[in-house]
C-alpha cells in the first residue's frame, strides 16, 4: 500500500512561485508513475502533470509548472512558477502502473491534498 502526503501549499499572490512536495512511503516513485492533479471549488478534477516510473516527464497542462523527482528522498515535485488566481485550488498527487496518465481513474493511491490559494 503506498501512502502519498503532499505539502508546500499556501497563501500566495500572484506571480509569485510555489513547489509542492509529494512525499511517497510504502512504495518507490521508481516504480511509479506518480500525477499532479487539482480541483477547484464546484470544478471537475483537472490532470496538471505527471513523471512516469523511469523519471522522463509526461509533461504539464501548462509550461509555468515543472515535475520532477527525488528519487532519494521518494519525493515527487511540482514547481509552480508565475502563479494566477485562476490557480487556486486543493493539489492533489496521485501514483500509477498504468499508462495512461491523464486520467485520474487510472491511479491507484492518492494523498489528502494541499491548498493553493492565489490572490490577485
Known amino acids: 500500500q503506498v501512502q502519498l502526503v503532499e505539502s508546500g501549499g499556501g497563501l500566495v499572490q500572484a506571480g509569485d512561485s510555489l513547489r509542492l512536495s509529494c512525499a511517497a512511503s510504502g512504495g518507490t516513485v521508481r516504480t511509479y508513475s506518480v500525477g499532479w492533479f487539482r480541483q477547484a471549488p464546484g470544478k471537475e478534477r483537472e490532470f496538471v502533470g505527471a513523471?512516469?516510473?523511469?523519471?522522463s516527464n509526461a509533461g504539464t497542462v501548462d509550461s509555468r509548472f515543472t515535475i520532477s523527482r527525488d528519487s532519494a528522498k521518494n519525493t515527487v515535485y511540482l514547481q509552480m512558477n508565475n502563479l494566477k488566481p485562476e490557480d487556486t485550488a486543493v493539489y492533489y498527487c496521485?501514483?500509477?502502473?498504468?499508462?495512461?496518465?491523464?486520467?485520474?481513474?487510472?491511479?491507484?493511491?492518492w494523498g489528502q491534498g494541499t491548498q493553493v490559494t492565489v490572490s490577485s
Open positions: 496521485a501514483a500509477t502502473k498504468n499508462v495512461m496518465l491523464d486520467r485520474g481513474a487510472n491511479y491507484y493511491y
Open positions: 513523471i512516469r516510473w523511469s523519471g
